[in-house]
């Protein structure tokens, strides 16, 4: 006989996300990252006086905004219980097809094919990072196929199609919408810091107010109760799927504007930063944990434990090992903190 779902059960459902949700936003244990971030201020003064100059903290969060974009998406993909490895490329395959539909076929150093207006550039590298996430959703919800798998192999497909169409080579000569959003100051402070703070509070409202943005929580913790519960599953995925891939491409844009070009290698090794972050920010890998105020806070952390190391003198190819060795350690202290096993 099949076993029914009491009302009970299915009304402690649809409360578990927003319950949750509500709580993880004032949990104590995201502001343990606070204490961190403050004893690496004090080491990097201690390092280089010039640590705590405007100049350098302004240069340390600026940097921390393109990387914060990739890892409010995989934060919120990781809470609804997926992930998605072809963020690193996106944020780098999303410029490049808008440079190469935008940009004039001849006169310049890239060839393009000039298919569409100049002006468009911005709202095709969206729309690029909009379909990876849908086409990603595509393959997990309808072809079931392993999500871990399958963005490896979009990660894998999308890098080798950003060389192919550079040829190897850097596209100089971006549009000036591209320039504006990673070259400009709002009242003395990057416009790509206001838009990855606003974008972060949006975030984070919506995973406090919102309906859809609470069952997240229901989804990533338990996806079968969440469904009987009335909770669109697949559809609310989708969509959040699609959503980091929009904001990888975002960070595209503000990357390509800050640097002024495409770099032929983008966004190359940037998901184990990604992964670093949302971990050590107390985001769950099993779904259903974190708020975005960890995940950000993760961020800043990695992007001052570099800093600190470049003003120390200690070379820029230890970093990779750093990003390892703190989500190793992260995982250790989640595993006996929590006392769950991590399979």
């Known amino acids: 006989m099949t ?9 402690e459902a649809k409360s578990a996300g927003g319950a949750r949700s509500r709580l993880d936003l004032i949990r104590w244990s995201d502001f343990s990252l606070v204490p961190v971030i403050l004893v690496l201020l004090v080491i990097g003064y201690i390092v280089s006086p010039v640590f705590l100059t405007s100049d350098n903290l302004i240069n340390v969060v600026q940097q921390s905004s393109e990387l914060s974009l990739l890892v409010l998406g995989q934060a919120l993909i990781l809470i609804a219980g997926r992930m998605d490895l072809s963020l690193e490329s996106t ?18 150093r890239f060839a393009g094919l000039e298919w569409f207006p100049i002006w468009t550039a911005v709202p095709i590298c969206l729309l690029v ?14 072809l079931h196929v392993n999500g871990f798998i399958a963005t490896l ?3 894998t497909m999308l890098r080798g199609l950003q060389i192919g169409i550079t040829e190897g080579k850097s596209i100089t000569g971006v549009p000036e919408s591209f320039r504006y959003l990673g070259k400009a100051d709002w009242m003395g402070i990057p416009a790509s810091v206001w838009i990855c703070l606003a974008l972060f509070a949006v975030g984070g409202a919506a995973l406090a107010w919102l309906r859809h943005g609470r069952s997240l929580y229901a989804i990533g913790g338990n996806p079968e109760a ?8 697949d559809r609310i995925t989708w969509i959040v799927l699609a959503v980091g891939g929009v904001l990888a491409a975002l960070a595209g844009i503000l990357y390509t504007g800050h640097y002024g070009s495409v770099a032929a290698n983008q966004g190359n090794g940037w998901i184990f930063q990604v992964f670093a972050a949302a971990v050590i920010g107390g985001i769950s ?6 708020t975005l105020f960890g ?16 003003l120390g003198g200690v070379p820029q190819l230890w970093n990779q090992f750093l990003n390892g060795a703190i989500i190793i350690v992260a995982l250790i202290i989640s595993r006996f903190a929590s006392g769950e096993k991590q399979d």
């Open 153 to 155: 192999g979009m990660l």
């Open 295 to 310: 995940a950000l806070t993760g961020v800043l952390t990695l992007q001052l434990v570099v800093n600190v190391m470049t």
């Open 91 to 108: 944020i780098g395959i999303a410029p490049v097809i808008a440079m190469w539909l935008v940009l004039p076929t001849e006169g310049g």
């Open 3 to 11: 076993e029914t779902l009491q009302p009970v059960q299915v009304d």
């Open 129 to 142: 990072g909009a379909l990876i996430g849908t086409f990603n959703g595509f393959m997990m919800l309808k």
């Open 285 to 290: 890998l099993k779904g259903g944990r974190g």
């Open 226 to 233: 969440a469904r009987a519960a009335g909770i669109r599953v």
